[in-house]
């Protein structure tokens, strides 16, 4: 059966989607954005700080569920500019320096608010 994972400590979903799912201890989280849980947008930051800013998001969102880092299975990370990938595995690596999940890493032609990453995951809790 599907629960609805909702924590304060990440942004509050602004649409027809949920922060994050879990059914048979799996858990989806909704892709990400580089805004802090009282909305401040940082779509101006580096993309090194976007970053970090949606994998906290991610992070709260599965702590929520109770799971954590260790426990993601597959990260898709997508890029305004596949040209940032260097700077966003830079600080993306710091999340996952011990046995990493999978991962996609994408360009996109545009994400929204204007921003330059977005990120969701897969784990199990």
Same mark, same amino acid.
């Given at each position: 059966?599907?629960?609805?994972?909702?924590?304060?400590?990440?942004?509050?979903?602004?649409?027809?989607?949920?922060?994050?799912?879990?059914?048979?201890?799996?858990?989806?989280?909704?892709?990400?954005?580089?805004?802090?849980?009282?909305?401040?947008?940082?779509?101006?930051?580096?993309?090194? @700080?976007?970053?970090?800013? =949606? *994998?906290?998001?991610?992070?709260? #969102?599965?702590? /929520? +569920?109770? &799971?954590?880092?260790?426990?993601?299975?597959?990260?898709?990370?997508?890029?305004?500019?596949?040209?940032?990938?260097?700077?966003?595995?830079?600080?993306?690596?710091?999340?996952?320096?011990?046995?990493?999940?999978?991962?996609? @890493?994408?360009?996109?032609? =545009? *994400?929204?608010?204007?921003?330059? #990453?977005?990120? /969701? +995951?897969? &784990?199990?809790?």
């Amino acid at each position: 059966m599907k629960e609805i994972i909702q924590t304060d400590e990440a942004p509050a979903a602004v649409g027809a989607y949920s922060q994050a799912t879990t059914t048979d201890g799996l858990v989806f989280t909704a892709g990400q954005l580089p805004m802090t849980p009282d909305g401040e947008l940082l779509d101006n930051a580096s993309v090194a @700080a976007q970053t970090e800013q =949606a *994998l906290d998001n991610c992070g709260a #969102i599965l702590a /929520e +569920a109770g &799971a954590d880092f260790e426990d993601v299975l597959k990260v898709t990370v997508f890029l305004s500019d596949i040209d940032a990938f260097d700077e966003m595995n830079d600080t993306y690596a710091e999340y996952f320096d011990v046995e990493p999940p999978a991962r996609s @890493a994408v360009e996109v032609a =545009a *994400l929204p608010k204007g921003v330059d #990453i977005e990120i /969701e +995951a897969i &784990a199990v809790a």
